[in-house]
Every structure is written in C-alpha cells, then in structure tokens.
C-alpha cells in the first residue's frame, strides 16, 4: 500500500465528510474525542496511516502498523433519548461488511458484538465510545481494518489477525474502500435497525457454537441462540436463555 491515500480520500470526500488525514498519531479516537469536546460537528473523520497506541475494547492495544490498514474514527452527534453505543457498534460492523463486499468482492462475518472476520482470522475491530462535552453528547466511532498484512506479519498476533488481501492495493482503491464505509454506515444509521440486524445476525457466525461470556468475574457457558431486536447476544444454559448486551466471548475451537 503506497503512502498515501490523502489525495485520493479528500476528493472522494468532497463536500459530505470533514476528514483529517494524520500520518502517524497515538489514536484517532483520541483526537476525534479532542475535536468533539472543540465542537465538531456530526461527519468529522480522522484517518491515520498509521497508530503508535490505537486501542480497542477493555483498553487493548490495536495494533496499526503503517501501510497496512485503514485507521480511522467517525464522529457522530446521536439524540441523547435513543443513543445506544451497541446499535451503533452493529450499525458499523455491517456497514464495514457491505463496503468491503461491494469494493473488494469478499465476504466477512461477524462475531458478536465489535470483530470481522475473514477466513477465520479478525480482520476488523471496532469501538463506539459516548461522551459529553458540556451538555451535547457525542460518540466516537473507531474502526480498524487490517487491509493488507504488514511487512513482518502480524507477531505474538498471527494466531488471531488477519488481513483481506495478499496484494498491496493502490490509494485509489483503499480511498474508494474508506469512503465506501462511511457512506454504507451513514446510509444503515439513518435507517432502520431491523434491516440492520437482519444483515447483522446473516453475517453472524456464533449462532448454534458453545461460548463462554465473560463479563468481569463472571462467567456464563452456554449455546448462542441468536441475537435479539437490542442487538443482544442470547445465550442458552440448562433451558434457560439470558441476553448479553456486553461481555467478551471466547469459543472452544475459534478465536
Ligand atoms: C477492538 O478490536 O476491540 C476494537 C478496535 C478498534 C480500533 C480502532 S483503529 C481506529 C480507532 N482508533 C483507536 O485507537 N481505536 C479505533
């Protein structure tokens, strides 16, 4: 992937999203959260080439090498009644999905709530964080998507990362990709969550595996049944199903 895809992303841009474009940075959802408490507005989007300290959920680094992927948060301005950081979270994962089955022909799945997948390895992750500044409330919406693997691999994460293509794709395309995301989410945001789920819970590859949630110290094992009109997790056990809005999901024989 040749540094960089700016120019490429700025004109596809144009008029609908105010994009800064940063080579390096710590975290984009860092200076997305700085631009949101200045004021931004709903559309501001920060593209890095590269992170030095990109996260995820529960603090985890993300790792977000230089020439390898796209590193970018969104920033949205949600009415306070009806914001919910898992919807948008779901919004985003089918948006990413759809984008990359439209751009690039290949398709991801899901796995409950925030990762893509592609051939068995995580390719995307993606972390809505809510804020306030004074009394308008916020969310930052980061997603990093591991296009191409880099140079020395993936390290201690090869087991579990992976990327979408062999081939070092040219800016134009990684710009069209970028841009392709935005739109598909904007266009799922403003529509309807049932739509949105029915693409979500397709992709969805836990459904029918045995899991263990782990939420804090607690620990629940059971077999997914699907994921419900919240975008929940269900979660069967000895005949009772309980509903998971958040946790972490760890399976036998998948990553
Ligand atoms: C996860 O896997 O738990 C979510 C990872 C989210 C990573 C993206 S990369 C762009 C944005 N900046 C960050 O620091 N995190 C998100």
Redesign the pocket.
Known sequence: MKTSYTEALRVLAGETYDVTFLEETD???RVAKGLAEQGAPEGTVVFAEK?TA????MG?P?F?PGGSGL???LLLRPDPCCFDAARVTVTAAVAVAEAVEEVLKLSLSVKWV??LYYQNKKVC???AQGGTDGEALYCIL???LNVFAPQDGFGALSEIAGALLNEKPNSALLARLGIAILDRFFALYKGEFTFCLKEYRRRSFLTGKTVTVVRGEERFCGTVRGIDDTGALLVEADGTVRAFSSGEIALEDYR
Do not use: M, V
Not at 54 to 57: A, E, L, N
């Open positions: 975290s984009t959802n992170q990109g996260f995820g959920r985890r993300f977000s590193y970018f948060s925030n990762d992750g993606i972390l980061g997603i990093g």
